[in-house]
């Protein structure tokens, strides 16, 4: 089967909805595919004890404040689902799922969007699948040789299932920390860090981190010193349950170990820890596999871009990857202002084809 579009964007999570809102507002025809069988994103796969780093005010997308989550000063992944559906329907966007992409090939003055349930046919596409999808494990001597369990932040779910285990979480960032402080209280846990934690102030939530990483790219931008951004105040944002957690003394991080043997990790002076279980909070890496017929990677797999525009597809726009698409563009606060950046251009680029 096949469609026209105006524009297809690409994932319905929170960077696609913002797309929506702002192609809607300019009164531009589009589409969304997500490949999720319901609303939510990637957030309907995370780990049960996840809390956002803002307050609930911070995390809203462009034209609807998430509204408070009773009790909970930092709102819990279900609310964050139960937002973002509602986002969706009250805003009436044109979502089709499940629908996987299969790639993104140019077609004439069109690019042509092949799915698993039929072929698109638009004048613009917003690439905004995230990276939850893509992983990365690090590479580390003796990994294949572990022979308890490995598994990476995507497939944590509970403290439940490790309860009395030997656990280590390895990682620096905040889905570690968060993690760390899950199973601080009912497991055998050892934290590992490249470096030290660094916590920033108890008093900084997600609102200070974009308006940081905001002040940042305005600095670049204008040709000013490059202030640090976001990674010059801390890696870790000390939500609740994390504070209780450090404040007990409970997480600890050791430097991190240089090789895996059968039964457990090992450092570099021969000091082993026994383990059952290693969670690797090791990041992630971009979803763009949908990409590769345009043949758009640089060296390292990276695509050029101005602003959230490919440099080598003009009609190609990646949203909500990281500061390379836009000042903390992942977040769910950040992601509002290049999605209205993006929907701009693309109208834009139709006006200029009717003319």
């Not at 990409?291 to 695509?303: E, F, S, V």
Request: with cysteine.
């Amino acid at each position: 089967m096949t469609h026209t579009s105006q524009v297809v964007v690409i994932g319905g999570g929170q960077a696609g909805l913002a797309a929506g809102y702002h192609l809607r507002r300019l009164g531009i025809d589009f589409v969304i595919l997500d490949a999720q069988t319901t609303p939510g994103g990637a957030w309907q796969h995370a780990w049960d004890s996840l809390r956002l780093f803002s307050p609930a005010a911070y995390s809203s997308l462009p034209g609807r404040l998430m509204p408070q989550q009773p009790g909970e000063p930092y709102p819990d992944v279900q609310h964050v689902v139960q937002y973002l559906a509602d986002y969706e329907k009250r805003y009436e966007l044109p979502v089709e799922r499940p629908v996987g992409v299969l790639g993104v090939h140019r077609d004439g003055q069109h690019l042509r969007v092949e799915t698993d349930s039929g072929t698109w046919h638009a004048r613009a596409v917003i690439s905004a699948t995230g990276t939850w999808w893509r992983p990365f494990l690090p590479a580390v001597p003796g990994r294949a040789d572990f022979e308890g369990r490995q598994l990476h932040t995507v497939e944590y779910g509970t403290s439940n299932d490790f309860s009395g285990q030997r656990v280590v979480v390895v990682g620096g960032g905040n889905s570690a920390a968060q993690i760390a402080a899950d199973l601080a209280y009912d497991t055998q846990l050892t934290w590992v860090t490249q470096r030290p934690p660094r916590y920033l102030a108890d008093d900084i939530d997600g609102r200070a981190l974009f308006d940081t990483a905001t002040a940042r790219r305005r600095a670049l931008d204008e040709g000013r010193t490059d202030t640090g951004g976001v990674a010059s105040l801390g890696d870790i944002v000390a939500v609740p349950p994390v504070r209780e957690a450090r404040d007990r003394g409970l997480l600890k991080a050791s430097p991190m170990f240089s090789r895996l043997v059968p039964g457990g990790v090992e450092w570099a002076d021969g000091t082993r820890a026994e383990t059952d279980a290693i969670i690797w909070c090791t990041g992630f890496r971009p979803t763009l596999s949908h990409l590769a017929p345009l043949q758009l990677r640089g060296l390292r797999g990276h695509i050029a871009t101005e602003g959230t525009r490919a440099v080598d597809e003009p009609r190609l726009h990646l949203l909500g990857y990281g500061d390379w698409t836009g000042p903390a563009s992942a977040t769910l606060i950040g992601v509002g202002r290049p999605a209205r950046e993006a929907a701009r251009e693309i109208s834009a680029l139709l006006t200029a084809g009717t003319t």
